[in-house]
């Protein structure tokens, strides 16, 4: 099966610039979507397609994705970011397609 | 607005059957899309359990396929999960989402607020 990576924790300065990665094996080929999820809350799609945001989501959040590494920037840090963040794929290559989560990472703001 | 809201029993029993139902509102499921489960153990990370088209086409994830039924009402507009013989491991916050589609993949755009599910005798 296929196995998103992400660090267990990333922590930011407010104002300064945060960046989450996403590993996988030629993760480049696929759509990678992202989710920020604050506590006891549900998660909410921040970037899908690897870069596109949906309507109502800041643009200081961007997406892109190569290789073997997928990446979700949040600029200009503010409080209400501290979330946790998962990447998310489709899966296609085997017989049944499943959705993929990655292991989520903590963003934390000093 | 798309909304999601799960209902169901909030303490099963070990062994028993999981059953949670998923109303769908501001959207008719019969229109098209599909629709998902995803659970969160306690502290840890998000799980696919299954998906549906409205047509009733359903994915599994493998790990979980032998123990998971997903039905789609088109006429009540819900969805619905049945998982069994669970176990403690089953305990999760348990949502629902709308699955939207670019043209090569699939997301999870509109979730439910969740419900937790302990399993316990």
């Known amino acids: 099966s296929y196995v998103l990576t992400q660090p267990p924790s990333v922590s930011v300065a407010p104002g300064q610039t945060a960046r989450i990665t996403c590993g996988g094996n030629n993760i480049g080929s696929k759509s990678v979507h992202w989710y920020q999820q604050k506590p006891g809350q549900a998660p909410v799609l921040v970037v899908y397609d690897d870069s596109d945001r949906p309507s109502g989501i800041p643009e200081r959040f961007s997406g892109s994705n190569s290789g073997n590494t997928a990446t979700l920037t949040i600029s200009r840090v503010e409080a209400g970011d501290e979330a946790d963040y998962y990447c998310?794929?489709?899966?296609?290559?085997?017989?049944?397609?499943?959705?993929?989560f990655g292991t989520g990472t903590k963003v934390t703001v000093l | 607005q798309v909304q999601l809201q799960e209902s169901g029993p909030g303490l099963v029993k070990p062994s028993e059957t999981l059953s949670l139902t998923c109303a769908v509102s501001?959207?008719?499921?019969?229109?098209?899309?599909?629709w998902g489960w995803i659970r969160q153990p306690p502290g840890k990370g998000l799980e696919w359990i299954g998906s549906?088209?409205?047509?009733?086409?359903?994915y599994y994830n493998p790990s979980l396929k032998s123990r998971v039924t997903i039905s789609v009402d088109t006429s009540k507009n819900q969805f619905s999960l049945k998982l069994s013989s669970v176990t403690a491991a089953d305990t999760a916050v348990y949502y629902c989402?709308?699955?939207?589609?670019?043209?090569?993949?699939?997301?999870?755009?509109?979730w439910g607020q969740g419900t937790l599910v302990t399993v316990s005798s």
């Open positions: 549906i088209y409205h047509s009733g086409s359903t």
């Open positions: 501001g959207y008719s499921i019969s229109s098209g899309y599909y």
């Open positions: 998310q794929v489709w899966d296609s290559s085997s017989d049944h397609p499943y959705y993929v």
């Open positions: 989402a709308r699955i939207s589609s670019s043209l090569t993949d699939y997301y999870f755009d509109y």
